[in-house]
């Protein structure tokens, strides 16, 4: 595998960020919208559920460079009233609260968070 590439600076960066995001955004579109709800694409998950989970740790992680600025002494909690840091557990509250959303609303959610 090659070595990756280390952007010279903030504009490098944030151009190859757009760029792999661009292209997971090409992926995306060559999903036919009634196959993302289909479920067993990570074991009950569908690609609707993981567009979702990345929206929701988008949001979250966010939320956390926020509080960072605002000088917060502590970053919020990814599962509201509960401290964890077990991703499994985040990941299952994160399914949980997104899985009865509609395609095109996790869709706006996934494109909003980025």
């Given at each position: 595998m090659p070595e990756p590439t280390r952007p010279a600076d903030k504009a490098a960066l944030l151009a190859m960020i757009q760029e792999c995001y661009d292209q997971f955004e090409t992926l995306i579109a060559a999903i036919p919208?009634?196959?993302?709800?289909?479920?067993?694409?990570?074991?009950?998950?569908?690609?609707?559920?993981?567009?979702?989970?990345?929206?929701?740790?988008?949001?979250?992680?966010?939320?956390?460079?926020?509080?960072?600025l605002d000088g917060a002494a502590t970053p919020p909690e990814p599962v509201p009233g509960q401290h964890t840091e077990d991703e499994d557990e985040i990941n299952a509250y994160f399914y949980q609260q997104h899985k009865d959303e509609p395609l095109a609303d996790v869709l706006a959610e996934f494109r909003a968070s980025y």
């Open positions: 919208a009634e196959r993302m709800n289909i479920t067993g694409v990570n074991d009950s998950w569908s690609v609707k559920d993981h567009l979702a989970h990345l929206a929701a740790w988008h949001t979250y992680q966010a939320a956390r460079m926020q509080a960072s």
